[in-house]
């Protein structure tokens, strides 16, 4: 038979009645406070108070009462009349069996995991086992832009976008340890994002349903990696640097030496053949005293005065300069330009540099276009400015891309390029606080990506600018 009675409280809290049957149950001897007699640590209010207002609004409650020292028990609480004479308030009690308690239990305890779960920043799926997605919070949806609804019962492999290799290696590891940890992946989101997502993945079997559910939980580490990257590349940059600087000075005085006795020799060759061999090795050894010259430059840190630029007028003025180019000569050049002035703080020599050395790139990519086409866009916000320059050149290929900006890294024939380029205009745009990068496809062009940051100081610093 099920233990039940009634206790009756005054305002305070104070239980002034209780039924024999419960009075014998705990052993109490009234009056006693009822906030004394609650197992506050395993019960789900903080406070008496809180406790109260809930059973006042007519919900019921599940308390756990202290029995004895070490043991407590649960009742099912809900008021039976608010108030009496004097005030009182009479409560309904009733005990909750142990089997009966542990259900409850569980189920407050799946509540409370749902809710950490529904709120947490980290992205969670669930699937049968089969992989056919059950379930994924509000974040899955937001940090990989589908919506649930549409995905329920889709394979997780394809809507993840796993590779055939992983997904046998996550196959294989859940079979055999239950668990697949540290599994990392490219995910292209529906509208074109890239992101990078590492994965955990646990196997674990639903006793009440007799079935095994895949619990999968990623983090997205896009930003960590690209961090990480960018940090590795300046690294090797600069420690190339400091190596090519040193080879630089090594090999300039030979190369000195050897200028000046082809010169002597060259005025004293009267051999037609003699002559003409002796010119293309005077022509070569001024190629690579030009190389060295590039390397000392770029070995030494980035000097000159700053100035306040108008970023508009610096690509026209750059644009000016390689209009003449061979391969810039007859492209069709669309430039779309903020109305408002777009101002960066930077040595102007610099910064012209950069624009000019990606233009005549731009040009060399089209150089077998039908109809070439650079295209220069210019964005603004409070903070940043990013200027996007696209050809509909050559482009890049997929396994070259990560290393356009290494020093001496050049696609081009001999004798066309010291693949230094990238590398100075790389530098530059760091030590301004900015940011560079490259999209390419192959035979479809190429995007160069440049984000400066934009000088503040109000109308006053905008006005005073003289075109630079």
């Known amino acids: 038979m099920t233990l039940s009675g009634k206790m009756m409280l005054n305002g305070e809290g104070t239980i002034l009645s209780l039924s024999d049957n419960l009075q014998e149950y705990f052993s109490l001897r009234i009056p006693v406070s009822l906030k004394t007699l609650i197992d506050w640590e395993r019960s789900p209010f903080q406070t008496f108070h809180e406790c109260m207002n809930t059973l006042k609004r007519g919900e019921h409650v599940y308390l756990f009462f202290k029995k004895r020292k070490t043991a407590s028990v649960l009742f099912l609480v809900m008021i039976q009349q608010k108030r009496e004479e004097k005030g009182n308030i009479t409560l309904m009690l009733q005990h909750i069996p142990h089997e009966r308690q542990l259900e409850i239990e569980l189920r407050q305890q799946k509540r409370y995991t749902n809710e950490i779960i529904s709120m947490a920043n980290i992205v969670f799926i669930r699937t049968d086992a089969r992989y056919c997605i059950k379930d994924m919070n509000p974040w899955a949806e937001k940090v990989l832009h589908l919506h649930k609804q549409e995905r329920i019962n889709q394979h997780i492999f394809d809507v993840l976008q796993i590779k055939t290799s992983d997904r046998e290696k996550v196959r294989i590891l859940l079979k055999e340890k239950g668990q697949c940890q540290d599994l990392e992946i490219t995910y292209h989101t529906p509208d074109g994002e ?42 090797k940059l600069a420690a190339l640097g400091q190596l090519a600087g040193g080879i630089a000075h090594d090999i300039s005085k030979p190369l000195v030496s050897m200028s000046s006795l082809i010169q002597m020799l060259q005025a004293t060759v009267l051999d037609d053949s003699m002559e003409s061999t002796l010119k293309v090795i005077n022509q070569q ?54 109305t408002e002035k777009a101002v960066v703080c930077s040595v102007y020599d610099q910064l012209l540099q950069v624009f000019i050395n990606i233009f005549l790139n731009a040009g060399y990519a089209m150089r077998q276009c039908d109809t070439p086409v650079l295209r ?71 995007t160069v990506g440049i984000t400066l940051p934009v000088l503040k100081g109000g109308e006053d610093v905008i006005k005073n600018t003289l075109g630079r």
Not at 388 to 411: A, C, K, M, W, Y
């Open 285 to 338: 050894i001024d190629y690579l005293s030009k190389t060295l010259r590039q390397l000392v430059d770029l070995s030494k840190p980035l000097h000159g005065e700053k100035e306040i630029i108008n970023i508009n007028t610096l690509l026209e003025d750059a644009l000016r300069i390689v209009r003449f180019d061979t391969y810039l000569r007859n492209i069709h050049i669309i430039y779309e330009s903020p």
């Open 194 to 235: 890239e992101k990078t997502l590492l994965w955990n993945i646990k196997l674990l079997i639903d006793f009440q349903y007799g079935q095994s559910v895949l619990l999968f939980f990623g983090h997205d580490i896009t930003e960590r990696t690209r961090l990480k990257t960018q940090m590795a590349q300046s690294e």
């Open 376 to 446: 220069i866009r210019t964005n603004m916000n409070d903070e940043h400015i990013t200027i996007l320059i696209t050809d509909n050149g050559e482009g890049i290929s997929e396994e070259n891309i990560d290393r356009v900006f290494e020093p001496f890294f050049t696609t081009r024939s001999s004798g066309q390029g010291t693949g230094l380029g990238l590398w100075v205009c790389y530098q530059i745009v760091a030590a301004m606080g900015g940011k560079i990068w490259i999209e390419s496809d192959l035979q479809r062009g190429t």
